[in-house]
């Protein structure tokens, strides 16, 4: 019997991922006398849904925003500027001090200095003119703090308008491979009642100085470089994706060569240069500005749900747990699949359009700021992942195939929480909540699986619509306001299959 139970389960397993659309009627009249007197039942319940502005989000990435530019779509201007620290390696050297002091009259001094910001994407018209300052940091950010997208460096004191700082114009009309932008550190270097030629020449003679700071990032952070604020100060219509932030500095050598007769020396001159770069070992933070006022009128919009980041718009679902198990406490909850359809833009063709967000996470409303700070992943019982799908079975939306456990789990959490308490539901409003959340997956290879190994918040410009759900059974069609199309609009619905077996 146990065996026969087993492969109960296999079957309707197998039966009712082929059935996720479909009635189940006919499944149930092929098994139910067949295989241990199992009864199978289907059914879909309406969904609600709501946009929530996400506010500031937990800021725990290895990659920047740098720029000002315009959602074509929303109106929804967003501003991005960004930290970052600079890693150094154990084994760091800068070549024969020597040499350098030969080459430069006795002093060790640096040719040149800046700080290359590579990216990798960019959003918006790339020849528009931009202006970025980098400022010194006053100290290093603690890498024990968590800190989330509206940290203020100035409020707070890590940065400071009157600390060193170097200014840059530049676009992304980059049409090389590698793409990329300088800010320059050679002006007078001021520290401490000394002066140097640049930042280079810094960092060399405290190299020459005490070489021990150069062994750990801790002391490189704390007695050379806290690293740098990265603050676009001019310039609207572009924002580009960084993706490494390196500090450079090249230096000339000359080194003698004596000839044999003691008298034709000659000079062999060389050129070096020495970096350092942001690393997953040192902090990188986004700074996100969003117009506030614009994300809650769009927040507020009747007809559709948003998802927006960085730290934009959330989409809020209430899931509705009591009826879909009432009448069905002793049945087994086998499957719960959920699609989150998406409205196309007004203008899909525009080239200035935000992207559809790749991968949405599906989590708990009361643990949405807990599952971020603990590093957490997506466990497919309280807490999933989908990707968006322009094609296929679930054309243009995004379909959470099996919420079962989270259903069954939230249904146990508000039984057990009334048997101790009957105040329990008014004091935990949000126990049948979840949040879809625009998110950054990051995977990693170990053998022949591929396993996710870090879910961030979503730091790139990203956009789209959701048709609303709504428990309003009559409510299947709107019109939209921005194409002026009838679309569908609700009923948003989770179909759910049970089974049991007969009572004999």
Request: proline share 3%.
């Amino acid at each position: 019997m146990k065996i026969l139970r087993l492969l109960t389960v296999l079957v309707i397993a197998a039966l009712t991922f082929a059935a996720c659309d479909d009635t189940t009627e006919e499944i149930g009249g092929s098994i139910t006398n067949k295989i241990d007197n199992i009864n199978i039942s289907d059914s879909a319940f309406n969904v609600t849904t709501k946009s929530i502005v996400a506010g500031a989000v937990l800021s725990r990435n290895n990659t920047g925003l740098i720029g000002k530019m315009k959602d074509p779509e929303t109106g929804n201007y967003v501003k991005g500027d960004y930290m970052t620290q600079l890693s150094v390696l154990p084994t760091f050297d800068v070549d024969t001090l020597d040499y350098i002091k030969q080459a430069n009259n006795g002093s060790i001094e640096a040719d040149s200095c800046y700080l290359l910001i590579s990216y990798n994407a960019s959003y918006g018209d790339t020849i528009a003119p931009m202006k970025v300052t980098a400022y010194e940091m006053t100290e290093p950010m603690a890498e024990d703090q968590e800190y989330y997208s509206d940290y203020d460096a100035f409020k707070e004191g890590w940065v400071s308008e009157n600390n060193q700082h170097w200014s840059s114009n530049y676009n992304l009309s980059n049409t090389s491979d590698v793409k990329n932008f300088k800010i320059y550190l050679n002006k007078e270097y001021k520290k401490d009642g000394k002066r140097y030629k640049n930042y280079g020449s810094y960092i060399m003679q405290t190299y020459a100085e005490h070489p021990e700071y150069f062994k750990t990032n801790y002391k490189f952070l704390h007695n050379v470089c806290p690293g740098f604020f990265i603050k676009n100060v001019g310039g609207t219509g572009n924002m580009a994706k960084i993706w490494n932030t390196e500090l450079i500095f090249y230096w000339t050598r000359h080194k003698t060569i004596k000839a044999m007769d003691g008298v034709t020396d000659s000079t062999a001159v060389g050129i070096g240069y020495n970096r350092f770069d942001g690393t997953e070992e040192v902090l990188q933070l986004n700074k996100i500005e969003n117009d506030t006022k614009n994300l809650e009128q769009l927040a507020s919009q009747p007809n559709c749900t948003y998802l927006k980041s960085p730290a934009g718009i959330f989409t809020e679902v209430t899931l509705p747990i009591e009826d879909i198990m009432r009448g069905h406490e002793k049945d087994t909850l086998n499957t719960a699949s959920i699609s989150f359809p998406r409205l196309n833009n007004a203008d899909e063709d525009n080239a200035y359009n935000f992207a559809t967000p790749s991968t949405i996470l599906m989590v708990q409303k009361d643990s949405l700021l807990s599952f971020f700070e603990k590093s957490k992943l997506a466990d497919n019982r309280t807490s999933y992942t989908a990707s968006y799908s322009r094609t296929g079975t679930y054309k243009n939306a995004y379909t959470f195939q099996n919420i079962a456990n989270l259903v069954s789990a939230m249904y146990k959490n508000k039984t057990e929480g009334e048997k101790k308490n009957a105040n329990w539901m008014n004091e935990h409003p949000n126990w049948n909540k979840v949040v879809l959340v625009p998110v950054n997956v990051i995977t990693t290879t170990q053998g022949y699986t591929t396993v996710i190994s870090k879910i961030n918040h979503d730091m790139s410009l990203a956009s789209t619509r959701l048709i609303v759900g709504t428990d309003d059974p009559d409510k299947d069609y709107t019109k939209d306001e921005k194409t002026g199309k009838k679309v569908a609009s609700g009923p948003i619905r989770i179909k759910v299959i049970y089974s049991k077996f007969k009572e004999e």
